[in-house]
């Protein structure tokens, strides 16, 4: 008999970068709403099928057991709101080329900082092994709600960066939210010319924020001058400089 439904109490997770439903803090003026793109169907990437409407909160790890269940990382900021579902949806890596699967969550508890995870229909260590690499969601809509000057990391990962104070010249685009090299959330942003360097790390602080428009991916700041030349990764000229003053 599977064990019962335990509570957890909410704790930092050690990440260095960011989950996607992990939200992040800053006083921002209009947080935006997210857009509803077509359901992620058919044998296209992971990580399109990974945005809205879709939101990881587990990634099936291997089998757990012998009657089917199964370990999973846990990739949610709110764990312990897996009392309140039944219904989830499991979304194949790309290596199997299949549809979304809604499925119902039967039972589960928390092992060390992982959940274990028994779906209805999933009796076997064959039928849990089949599973391996699937990732666990839920729809957008299902999310947590935020606090006022909240976001979640899907809502800024994809945004075009608009430098208000550079004329309204686009940055680049964010690809990631690194929470651990700092007391402040770094956005990663890909340069939008490849030539200047490749990432910057440009802070996601109240004072820098001025509209985040998740719907049309798009977020615009005004940055301090000199910040971008900062973050700016070193030039060939500069790294055979440091290197002789090494």
């Known amino acids: ?13 050690p990440w260095q970068r960011a989950g996607p439903d992990t939200p992040v803090s800053s006083a921002v003026k209009s947080p935006g709403s997210l857009t509803t793109p077509p359901s992620a169907q058919g044998p296209e990437s992971s990580a399109a099928r990974a945005r809205p409407p879709w939101v990881l909160v587990a990634r099936v790890i291997r089998p757990h057991g012998r009657r089917g269940e199964l370990i999973a990382e846990i990739l949610t900021d709110f764990p312990e709101r897996f009392h309140e579902r039944s219904r989830l949806f499991l979304i194949p890596p790309e290596r199997i080329s299949s549809r979304v699967r809604e499925i119902e969550l ?12 028994k779906f209805l229909g999933i009796d076997s260590i064959n039928e ?6 699937f990732a666990v969601a839920i729809p957008a809509g299902e999310r947590a709600p935020l606090d006022a000057g909240s976001v979640y ?29 700092s007391n402040t959330e770094l956005l990663v942003v890909r340069r ?25 991916r798009l977020l615009e700041m005004r940055l ?23």
């Open 128 to 133: 849990a092994e089949a599973l391996r690499g």
């Open 153 to 181: 990391v899907s809502e800024l990962i994809g945004c075009r960066v608009i430098d208000l104070n550079g004329d309204g010249a686009e940055v680049g685009e964010v690809v990631d939210v690194d929470r651990g090299s």
């Open 224 to 246: 301090p001058e000199g910040l971008l030349e900062i973050n700016a990764p070193m030039t060939e000229e500069e790294k055979r400089e440091a290197g002789e003053r090494g």
């Open 1 to 13: 008999m599977a064990p019962p439904r335990r509570a957890i109490s909410r704790r930092p997770r």
């Open 192 to 216: 939008r010319d490849r030539r200047e360097g490749g990432e910057l790390l440009i802070p996601f602080v109240a004072e820098y924020v001025i509209r985040v428009d998740a719907g049309n």
């Open 106 to 117: 039967e039972n589960f508890w928390f092992l060390h900082s992982r959940i274990v995870l």
